[in-house]
């Protein structure tokens, strides 16, 4: 069984620069999608950005070319690099990891089997 264990977020001025993280442990398999989510006050839960274990990413259209997803050396702790932060970031953000399954590629809003639990992030103006 996956766990899936994040670093604390928290608080900049818009502009600014934070750095997820995110470490399975247990048994992942060979094929996973592993990615961030994050829920703002009120809302759904969306689909942030993901990672495979080819290293395939996608990521949110607000997020484009500000976030990058990474996992250095498929060592099982993946990150989320958010660089040029603004207001409409701010939310909770979580991890999660599902086993993908074979030909198929991950896509951002994958359907997540364990969750991390979550770290808050927030941007003020």
């Known amino acids: 069984e996956v766990r899936l264990v994040q670093s604390r977020g928290g608080s900049v001025q818009a502009g600014g620069s934070l750095r997820l993280s995110c470490a399975a442990s247990g048994e992942r398999g060979g094929r996973y999608c592993m990615g961030w989510f994050r829920q703002l006050a009120g809302k759904e839960r969306e689909g942030v950005a993901v990672i495979d274990d080819y290293g395939r990413t996608d990521y949110a259209e607000a997020v484009k070319d500000r976030f990058t997803i990474s996992e250095p050396n498929a060592a099982r702790t993946v990150y989320l690099q958010m660089d040029n932060l603004n207001p409409e970031d701010t939310a909770m953000y979580y991890c999660?990891?599902?086993?993908?399954?074979?030909?198929?590629?991950?896509?951002?809003?994958?359907?997540?089997?364990?969750w991390g639990q979550g770290t808050q992030v927030t941007v003020s103006s």
């Open positions: 999660g990891a599902s086993p993908r399954l074979y030909g198929f590629r991950c896509t951002r809003g994958f359907e997540v089997d364990v």
